[in-house]
C-alpha cells in the first residue's frame, strides 16, 4: 500500500527561514520562484547572468536577481533550472568553488548527474536531489541514482505495481515538499494544455504562439488568484 503525502504533511518551516537561489528564469524558474514565495520563503534570488532577457522579468516579479556566482555564496539551497547543455559549465564556473558549506544543490532533470557532467567536490559533499515524474519510477534508475549519493525524488507509481521509492525517500520532509511543489507545477502545465487547450496550437510563428502561452498563463494565475488570496489571508 502506498504512503500518501498531503500539504498538512510537510513541515514547509524546514524551507522558510532559508535563503534559496533559483537558477535560471524561464518555464520552470519562474514557475519555481513563484511557488516558493507563495509558499512562504522569505528569501527567494533569482541567479541570471547580467545580459539574460530574464533579469527584467525576475524583477519586474520584485524578484531580488543576483549574479550566478554571488548566489552560489549567498544560497543555502539551490535549485539549478537552466538548460541541460549549460549546466555542466556553470557548476564548473561558478557553483563548485563558491557553494557555502552544507549548501544543497537540485536538478529538476538529471542529465547532466546522470552522465556524469556534474560530480560534487569531494573535500565539500552535498546532498544532490533528483526530481522526475512517475513514468521514472523504476527500480534501476532509482538504484543508480542512490549509488551517486544522488536522493531520488521521483513520484511514485503505484499503479498495479511496487513502487522503487520506498522509505529510504519517502521519510525525508524534503520529499513531501518536493512533491507537493512538482504537483503545483504540473498542475499549471495540465491546465494550460486541456482547459485552455495550448496542447496544440492554433498560430505560426514564434512570437504569436509566445503571446498565447503568456495569455494563457495570466488566464491560469487570474484562475488562481482566489486560492492565493485565500491563503494570504
Do not use: C
Not at 67 to 79: G, T
Amino acid at each position: 500500500m502506498a504512503e500518501m503525502f498531503y500539504d498538512s504533511d510537510a513541515d514547509l518551516s524546514v524551507i522558510q527561514g532559508r535563503n534559496v537561489a533559483v537558477l535560471g528564469y524561464g518555464s520552470q524558474g519562474h514557475a519555481h520562484a513563484l511557488n516558493l514565495r507563495d509558499s512562504g520563503v522569505k528569501e527567494v534570488a533569482v541567479a541570471l547572468r547580467k545580459s539574460s532577457a530574464g533579469v527584467k522579468k525576475a524583477e519586474a516579479e520584485k524578484f531580488k536577481v543576483m549574479e550566478v556566482a554571488e548566489a552560489a555564496k549567498w544560497a543555502d539551497v539551490m535549485m539549478m533550472l537552466t538548460p541541460d547543455e549549460l549546466q555542466g559549465d556553470i557548476y564548473r564556473d561558478h557553483l563548485a568553488k563558491n557553494m557555502k558549506d552544507g549548501a544543497a544543490l537540485m536538478f529538476a532533470h538529471g542529465l547532466n548527474v546522470h552522465f556524469n557532467l556534474i560530480e560534487p567536490r569531494a573535500d565539500r559533499p552535498r546532498a544532490i536531489t533528483l526530481a522526475a515524474d512517475k513514468g521514472y519510477d523504476a527500480e534501476d534508475f532509482v538504484n543508480e541514482l542512490r549509488s551517486m549519493r544522488v536522493t531520488p525524488h521521483v513520484a511514485q507509481n503505484t499503479n498495479g505495481r511496487r513502487s522503487a521509492i520506498d522509505g529510504r525517500t519517502t521519510r525525508h520532509v524534503g520529499y513531501s515538499i518536493s512533491q507537493r511543489i512538482r504537483k503545483r507545477i504540473e498542475e499549471a502545465f495540465g491546465w494550460i494544455k486541456t482547459v485552455a487547450g495550448q496542447d496544440k496550437t492554433r498560430f505560426r510563428g514564434v512570437d504569436r504562439v509566445a503571446w498565447a502561452f503568456r495569455f494563457t498563463a495570466a488566464a491560469y494565475n487570474l484562475v488562481r488568484l482566489p486560492k492565493l488570496l485565500a491563503d494570504v489571508a
